[in-house]
Each structure stands twice: as C-alpha cells, then as structure tokens.
C-alpha cells in the first residue's frame, strides 16, 4: 500500500513510476524518476509518494550460503520515504516521457543483493537536475521480485531496458551509476559515448578492454572489500586525477577523475547507500548478524554500517559530487 504525506507546494516536482520488462518468463521491475513539466498544476494538490520494497532472507541465504531451504515468507515489506528535501516526488505514468524527449538518461546498477532503491537518494536528485533515471533490479537483488533463471541476466535486462529507452524518447546522452557490483555492469554497457561514475568498485574492465569516454571513481580505504590504497591502485587506472574530500568544492573535474575517501573513519562498503534502504536492512537483519558472523558468512560491511549508520554524511559529500561531475561532462 502506498502512503501519502502533504508536502511543501513550493519545491519543484519530479515524477516516480515502476516499470515492468517483460523478459517472458518474468517481470522485471524498474524504478523510474523523472522532471514534471506541468509543475503548476501538480502544485495545486502535491503529494509524496513512497517506494515498495522488499528484502528477502531467503534470496540472502541462498545467494550467500547456498541456503535454499528458507521459505519465501521470511521477508518483509517497507515503504521508503524519498530522502530528497530539495523537491517533491509524486506518482506519474510514465507517459509522460513522450514530452521528454532531448534529454540526458542516467542507468543505476545495484551491486550484489542490493536492490533498486539502493541509489535512490542520488536519482532523486538527478531528477531534480532534469535527468531521466532508471533503476532496474538485477538477479542479485536482494528483494526477490522474480525468480532467478538461468539466461536472464543483467546484459539482457540493460539491453530491454534501452530498447524501451530508446522507443519511448529521444536521448539527449547517456551515463549509468554503478555501486560495487554494479560496476562491471557500468563499464560493460553502452560506448565510449556514455559518461560512467563507479563506486565502491573497479574502473578497470575485468577482460582488459580499455574504456574511453569520462569516468569518475568513488572509494573508500575503510571499505571492507577496499582495505588499502594498494587495492585502490589496482581499482583506479593510473591517468584518473585523484581528489580529495577537502578539494571538492572548487575542484574542476579532470574526465576521468577519482574521489578517495582514505581515513579510518570513511565510508565503508554500504554507506554510500540511500539511508532509508540501509535503515531497512539495519532494522530487519540485524538479529541474524551473530548468525551470519557464527556461521563466517560474508555480510558486507553490515557490521561496520550497523554502529557507522552514516549513509546521510556521506550522501553530504558524494551526491553533489557526482552532480557536479555529471553538470560537466553531461
């Protein structure tokens, strides 16, 4: 069920809709956020909306121990509240791309058991800044929409995706959003065309193919699957300009740029999360941590995130970052 607040008539308006790909034998669902062009009169009567999400214990077993004896009701449903403040996000039908043709698409790819409200804090605000943002959930979502099998993966999902793309509007450019897993997915998609960000991930290309166009990496030393900056030199090609957090508010972006965050405080591997889907995990999975931890199963920096709960100082500093980055080469 989808809960409604009355929020602030001034702040500008951007739309939400889930989408669904039809991939034959499942429904894929994709988050959508996108510019209102009649603010005027959505302001007569604006509403928030909220994101139904899901986490699923029994697509976390089995994705991280092979536990498929779970049943499916061991899960729970949230609705997620938008975290921007700087405008009001309202439910719209997604006709409303036919009017947005000449823009700029931004792709998020969710990282391993994540899920596709894990940047929503960041689309969101892309919103804001007139893009068009798509979030699909991959295979290795957390939430558990639609079985896995075998074929579908996330090349086939991207490439429905920017068929529905590309048949619904004219685009502008295009750039995708990866956090860790997600960006192998970011540097395999699209061409040199494509303006890439990388987060908590490699910037390099497993299969050695070197990506032109404009990069922009996003780590941390304090990340658990990071550790070191000898890890971050394997992660960062030597060419990317590196920044430092003090830097950002006067720095001009080099193409391919690196923001490292390298003290023992920084971000760890889901603070560059939106809050309120760390939160969930947080509230939800925290009593089956000592399980997890007994049983030496990876948890990805939850224990870190469980005292850190710093989603909101990072976001502070990475979010306008990337607007930055993006205002730029976009």
Same mark, same amino acid.
């Given at each position: 069920?989808?809960?409604?607040?009355?929020?602030?008539?001034?702040? =500008?308006?951007?739309?939400?809709?889930?989408?669904?790909?039809?991939?034959?034998? #499942?429904?894929? =669902?994709?988050?959508?956020?996108?510019?209102? $062009?009649?603010?005027?009169?959505?302001? *007569?009567?604006?509403?928030?909306?909220?994101?139904?999400?899901?986490?699923?214990?029994?697509?976390? +077993?089995?994705?991280?121990? +092979?536990?498929?004896?779970?049943?499916?009701?061991?899960?729970?449903?949230?609705?997620?509240?938008?975290?921007?403040?700087?405008? /009001?996000?309202?439910?719209? /039908?997604?006709?409303? @791309?036919?009017?947005?043709?000449?823009?700029?698409?931004?792709?998020?790819?969710?990282?391993?058991?994540?899920?596709?409200?894990?940047? #929503?804090?960041?689309?969101?605000?892309?919103? @804001?800044? +007139?893009?068009?943002?798509?979030?699909?959930?991959?295979?290795?979502?957390?939430?558990?929409?639609?079985?896995?099998? *075998?074929?579908?993966?996330?090349?086939?999902?991207?490439?429905? @995706?920017?068929?529905?793309?590309?048949?619904?509007?004219?685009?502008?450019?295009?750039?995708?959003?990866?956090?860790?897993?997600?960006?192998?997915?970011?540097?395999?998609?699209?061409?040199?065309?494509?303006?890439?960000?990388?987060?908590?991930?490699?910037?390099?290309?497993? *299969?050695? !193919?070197?990506?032109?166009?404009?990069?922009?990496?996003?780590?941390?030393?304090?990340?658990?699957?990071?550790?070191?900056?000898?890890?971050? /030199?394997?992660?960062? =090609?030597?060419?990317?300009?590196? @920044?430092?957090?003090?830097?950002?508010?006067?720095?001009?972006?080099?193409?391919?740029? #690196?923001?490292?965050?390298?003290?023992?405080?920084?971000?760890?591997?889901?603070?560059?999360?939106?809050?309120?889907?760390? *939160?969930?995990? !947080?509230?939800?999975?925290?009593?089956?941590?000592?399980?997890?931890?007994?049983?030496?199963?990876?948890?990805?920096?939850?224990?870190?995130?469980?005292?850190?709960?710093?989603?909101?100082? !990072? #976001?502070?500093?990475?979010?306008?970052?990337?607007?930055?980055? $993006?205002?730029?080469?976009?």
């Amino acid at each position: 069920m989808v809960s409604y607040e009355q929020t602030d008539s001034d702040l =500008p308006v951007i739309g939400y809709q889930d989408i669904y790909l039809d991939m034959k034998k #499942a429904k894929v =669902p994709v988050a959508c956020w996108f510019p209102v $062009l009649d603010e005027k009169n959505e302001k *007569d009567a604006i509403q928030n909306t909220s994101y139904s999400h899901r986490i699923s214990v029994r697509k976390i +077993g089995s994705m991280l121990a +092979g536990m498929n004896f779970i049943p499916e009701f061991v899960s729970k449903d949230f609705e997620l509240k938008p975290t921007t403040v700087n405008g /009001n996000v309202v439910r719209r /039908n997604m006709q409303s @791309l036919n009017g947005l043709s000449g823009r700029s698409v931004i792709i998020l790819a969710h990282g391993f058991l994540g899920s596709r409200f894990d940047l #929503a804090h960041i689309a969101e605000e892309l919103a @804001l800044d +007139g893009y068009v943002v798509f979030s699909p959930e991959f295979p290795e979502s957390l939430a558990n929409s639609y079985d896995k099998m *075998d074929g579908l993966d996330r090349s086939l999902i991207n490439d429905r @995706l920017l068929e529905f793309i590309t048949s619904n509007m004219d685009v502008q450019r295009f750039g995708v959003i990866g956090h860790s897993l997600g960006c192998g997915t970011a540097l395999n998609i699209g061409d040199d065309s494509w303006t890439r960000i990388c987060i908590a991930g490699p910037s390099v290309r497993r *299969d050695g !193919v070197k990506i032109n166009g404009n990069q922009f990496a996003i780590v941390s030393t304090n990340d658990g699957l990071v550790k070191s900056l000898d890890r971050v /030199n394997e992660m960062i =090609p030597r060419e990317f300009v590196r @920044l430092q957090e003090n830097e950002l508010e006067t720095a001009t972006f080099a193409s391919k740029s #690196a923001l490292i965050f390298d003290r023992q405080d920084g971000p760890n591997h889901i603070s560059f999360l939106a809050g309120n889907a760390n *939160d969930c995990m !947080v509230d939800f999975l925290s009593p089956l941590l000592p399980v997890a931890q007994a049983l030496q199963i990876p948890v990805l920096d939850f224990d870190k995130y469980q005292k850190s709960r710093d989603s909101q100082a !990072v #976001a502070k500093i990475v979010v306008p970052a990337i607007r930055s980055y $993006l205002k730029q080469y976009m």
